[in-house]
């Protein structure tokens, strides 16, 4: 035997948790969030009231892709989260306890009061993916006069966001 | 339409930040193999986020004339592996007693495998004994397969002196195979 095959027959593979990839890649984007956060400081951000964070959050991600940053979570040691912001594309909306700061979910108000729009890249994967979640769906994808297309959801507490991908390669509000 | 290179992703980052999630997305499951070779699975897991943070916190630095950030990486791992030479010898140790049973596939214990039940923890110790830059070089290169001018890349180094550290990293593992005296090991 050669030298190297000896070596070789000591390889042997470590048996990973399914999780340890999504792990890693949480501490790499908080490096990046650290780096991109104080160049762009954020100037208005969106307080959403829910009655439960936790499946709000869950929901968020599963049916939307918003990410939460989890450095910034506000969570009591009986383990309820008070609040906590989530991430797309580079924006960010906060995710409250409903009657703080006077916001109430429409869940409990029965009446939404706002929605939010959300620019995405690809909005029939999206509405897909929000479908397969169980998002409802008030507004089902269309073309709005070869300028955007859009679709509105409701999450798990009837707030109401809307999706739009532009269908131009610079959106009208930007062209001058 | 082909995909952008490593290098294109690493220099879009520089004004993006958030591109490079793409680097991980392609590499992390390979270098996460990797330092679960080296040392178990507890330690890979634990190091691989904080490979990428290091890259990502180091693109500058990346030479862009390279197409591929693999071996870029698997240079920050080796580094990185340095501080757990601990887990990395106690993982080598384990995977030496666990070898020569790979062999007897038919349950009958060979000669050869006796042999070889000898052998590996020698052979593990004589791994161990070495130098960090040839365990390196001869690791990434017998464990991970990179290619001579990979590991030169991975180790920045010109790959002459790759060469010259396999060759001795060899050199030094022969000297078991052929030892002199009464301590021969036999081998098939």
Avoid at chain 1, 13 to 30: N, V
Avoid at chain 2, 12 to 32: K, M, N, Q, V
Avoid at chain 2, 65 to 93: D, F, Q, T
Avoid at chain 2, 133 to 162: H, K
Wanted: include cysteine.
């Amino acid at each position: 035997m050669k030298p190297l095959d000896l070596a070789k027959k000591l390889r042997r593979d470590a048996a990973f948790e399914p999780a340890a990839l999504d792990r890693g890649k949480e501490t790499l984007m908080q490096a990046i969030r650290q780096e991109v956060e104080p160049r762009r400081r954020l100037t208005i951000v969106p307080q959403i009231p829910y009655e439960d964070i936790r499946a709000a959050l869950s929901f968020l991600e599963r049916a939307f892709g918003f990410r939460e940053i989890r450095s910034s979570r506000m969570e009591g040691a009986d383990g309820v989260i008070h609040h906590a912001n989530v991430e797309f594309g580079g924006s960010v909306i906060g995710i409250g306890t409903q009657g703080a700061h006077g916001a109430v979910s429409p869940k409990s108000a029965g009446i939404a009061s706002q929605y939010v729009s959300v620019y995405v890249d690809d909005i029939d994967a999206h509405y897909e993916r929000a479908l397969a979640a169980g998002a409802q769906i008030p507004r089902g994808p269309r073309d709005h006069a070869r300028e955007y297309r859009a679709y509105e959801a409701l999450d798990l507490e009837s707030h109401r966001w809307r999706f739009v991908q532009w269908m131009q390669a610079v959106p009208p509000s930007e062209q001058r | 339409m082909s995909s952008p290179s490593d290098a294109d992703v690493i220099r879009c980052s520089l004004g993006e930040p958030e591109a490079f999630g793409l680097i991980y997305d392609r590499h992390a499951a390979t270098l996460l193999r990797f330092l679960g070779r080296r040392a178990g699975a507890k330690v890979a897991e634990g190091l691989v986020g904080e490979l990428f943070r290091i890259a990502f916190e180091r693109r500058k630095t990346f030479d862009g004339s390279r197409a591929s950030a693999l071996p870029w990486l698997y240079g920050i791992g080796a580094n990185l592996l340095l501080k757990h030479r601990r887990a990395e010898a106690r993982w080598l140790r384990a995977s030496a007693r666990m070898a020569p049973g790979r062999d007897a596939a038919d349950g009958r214990v060979s000669a050869a495998a006796l042999d070889a039940r000898l052998l590996f923890p020698r052979v593990a110790d004589a791994i161990e004994a070495l130098p960090d830059d040839e365990r390196q070089a001869l690791l990434l290169f017998a464990w991970e397969e990179l290619s001579y001018q990979s590991v030169a890349e991975a180790l920045e180094l010109p790959i002459g002196t790759v060469r010259s550290r396999l060759n001795r990293a060899r050199a030094r593992l022969r000297e078991l195979l052929e030892p002199k005296g009464k301590d021969r090991v036999r081998l098939r």
